[in-house]
């Protein structure tokens, strides 16, 4: 069996490059796959003349352009044939690569992922699944890639949700609860309503409506919303813990047991989101993670880019919106 | 200048009659005020008979009924004239009370002011505007009484929001944001586009869109949106946040100090929602707390309502709403 090829984004991300070649290390160490570093090869060469990579497979092509984070993704992705992330998605689509990872800007990530693959049949809107803030086996999707939906978009989004936490995360027979303003059957928007219907027949473990307090919670296993409330509740959700951390630390000042219960939790629910989170629905496979992820979240997305790949996740999504 | 004269809900909540009572006691010890308990009268005579009530003008409305949770609240509010929501409502309706205080039901609350006071002239929706989970200065409206609504609803929401934060509150010139999946102007879904245009016309101080960090991180005074979006931001944070302090006991536990630190934040982020919120756009002043709340709640609420009465708020919004 041919190893794993896997393309990081060495651009992206806030620690870029240092921390996403330190990383891309760390998974070369534990998993026997090939990868390639795209970016500025320069600095990539840099980077990795800093740690011992004797015997690892790592190759690095040359990506010089970079997408910022105030330009119109779709724009650039266009314009910017030699950005790292484009470069990356490039790599998927001439085979030379099984899947992407980057921590870069989400919006050009999607971009350039619809760009360069294009949807899985029947997609129109793939979705950006999460894990949750770290709160257990709890995924949130859209988590932000579509402002406006249709009723079938989310119910696309609850049959990919579903088969990605169960082949990749490892959840038998996952939980799917539809977010809503209540838990009985007639709350929710119009859309929601419709999305409701559609899921009572979808054959999915459909759970009903669960509320706000559904995530924190970990009362389903994939939470399905439109993007738009998706990215609320997930930058509210990070705030919030942020701020209530802040607030720990500044109430109780040098105090040992709070600065690790903060550390702790910080761990726990801020870096979380490390590994990284697959748009589903593109032909291909591409993993986004948090711009602030350093080496160990690096080496993260690449254990679920494996998983994903070895589960066969691109055909089970195929199959799966075939039979919907 | 006679006293101000108030209804009490002496039904409402998880803790009624009995905190509802004391919360009413306390309020009216510490303000030069008249109080309408209303409810089961021999429920209420009990609790006060166990306070020290001399001098304070506190007089018992009997109203026998209550509305369950899984009752439809309209049809509830319809049928049963007795309920103790229903009475207060009646009260301020034929002028014996100027507001009502609740911390039953949200719903059966919505509909019996509805139902019984009406609509202040040019509102189709009333928002309910509550203080973000006790993050500084931090107000969302609608937190939950309208699902669907219009650009127009969501303008008056920011229109009210912005009067009652700056008559009640006391917030001078308030920074208002929508809510939304992005700061740009150009983010967010269809309606909030159409709002955002509306608002930077308005005279409000309007400082455009905000993203969900801005709720913990008090980015603006008053943070519109629908009621679908505010139930879940509301309900999301509120578990958010008590899910972590539950994590905070679990992970160290008999720590003297990580536990006052638990009961400190838990203090002024679950149970600062108390006070009450009032909704905004009824023809008449009607504040609803949360269904934990207790005494210091209760009489934080009625310091509330003080406020709303004295600061002529229902003819502020009237005047507001009729120069928009």
Same mark, same amino acid.
């Given at each position: 069996?041919?190893?794993?090829?896997?393309?990081?984004?060495?651009?992206?991300?806030?620690?870029?490059?240092?921390?996403?070649?330190?990383?891309?290390?760390?998974?070369?160490?534990? *998993?026997?796959?090939?990868?390639?570093l795209v970016g500025q090869s320069e600095q990539?060469?840099?980077?990795?003349?800093?740690?011992?990579?004797?015997?690892?497979?790592?190759?690095?092509?040359?990506?010089?352009?970079?997408?910022?984070?105030?330009?119109?993704?779709?724009?650039?992705?266009?314009?910017?044939?030699?950005?790292?992330?484009?470069?990356?998605?490039?790599?998927?689509?001439?085979?030379?690569?099984?899947?992407?990872?980057?921590?870069?800007?989400?919006?050009?990530?999607?971009?350039?992922?619809?760009?360069?693959?294009?949807?899985?049949?029947?997609?129109?809107?793939?979705?950006?699944?999460?894990? *949750?803030?770290?709160?257990?086996?709890? *995924?949130?999707?859209?988590?932000?890639?579509?402002?406006?939906?249709?009723?079938?978009?989310?119910?696309?989004?609850?049959?990919?949700?579903?088969? *990605?936490?169960?082949?990749?995360?490892?959840?038998?027979?996952?939980?799917?609860?539809?977010?809503?303003?209540?838990?009985?059957?007639?709350?929710?928007?119009?859309?929601?309503?419709?999305?409701?219907?559609?899921?009572?027949?979808?054959?999915?473990?459909?759970?009903?409506?669960?509320?706000?307090?559904?995530?924190?919670?970990?009362?389903?296993?994939?939470?399905?919303?439109?993007?738009?409330?998706?990215?609320?509740?997930?930058?509210?959700?990070?705030?919030?813990?942020?701020?209530?951390?802040?607030?720990?630390?500044?109430?109780?000042?040098?105090?040992?047991?709070?600065?690790?219960?903060?550390?702790?939790?910080?761990?726990?629910?801020?870096?979380?989101?490390?590994?990284?989170?697959?748009?589903?629905?593109i032909n291909g496979l591409i993993f986004i993670?948090?711009?602030?992820?350093?080496?160990?979240?690096?080496?993260?997305?690449?254990?679920?880019?494996?998983?994903?790949?070895?589960?066969?996740?691109?055909?089970?999504?195929?199959?799966?919106?075939?039979?919907?």
């Amino acid at each position: 069996m041919s190893r794993i090829r896997l393309a990081i984004d060495a651009s992206g991300g806030d620690y870029a490059p240092d921390e996403i070649t330190a990383g891309a290390i760390l998974g070369a160490r534990q *998993y026997p796959i090939e990868l390639t570093l795209v970016g500025q090869s320069e600095q990539i060469e840099a980077c990795l003349s800093r740690h011992a990579v004797d015997g690892l497979a790592i190759d690095i092509v040359d990506a010089p352009e970079t997408i910022e984070l105030d330009e119109d993704p779709v724009l650039a992705v266009r314009k910017k044939k030699d950005a790292s992330i484009v470069v990356c998605c490039e790599l998927v689509h001439e085979d030379r690569a099984e899947a992407v990872i980057s921590m870069g800007h989400a919006g050009a990530g999607l971009a350039a992922a619809l760009f360069t693959l294009g949807r899985l049949p029947g997609v129109d809107r793939p979705g950006l699944i999460v894990p *949750y803030l770290g709160f257990r086996d709890t *995924y949130l999707i859209d988590a932000g890639a579509n402002t406006e939906v249709l009723p079938q978009n989310m119910l696309q989004f609850a049959i990919m949700g579903s088969l *990605y936490v169960e082949r990749v995360i490892g959840i038998t027979n996952p939980l799917i609860g539809l977010l809503s303003n209540g838990s009985a059957p007639n709350t929710g928007n119009a859309i929601g309503q419709q999305v409701y219907a559609l899921l009572q027949v979808s054959g999915l473990n459909f759970i009903g409506n669960v509320e706000g307090f559904a995530l924190p919670q970990s009362a389903a296993n994939v939470i399905v919303t439109d993007g738009f409330t998706g990215d609320i509740a997930l930058k509210l959700g990070e705030g919030l813990v942020t701020e209530l951390l802040k607030q720990a630390e500044e109430t109780a000042p040098n105090n040992e047991s709070v600065a690790a219960l903060v550390d702790r939790l910080q761990e726990q629910h801020i870096y979380a989101r490390s590994g990284a989170a697959p748009v589903l629905g593109i032909n291909g496979l591409i993993f986004i993670g948090h711009s602030r992820s350093k080496a160990p979240a690096v080496a993260g997305a690449i254990g679920n880019a494996i998983r994903a790949v070895e589960g066969g996740l691109l055909n089970a999504l195929r199959d799966g919106l075939k039979a919907a």
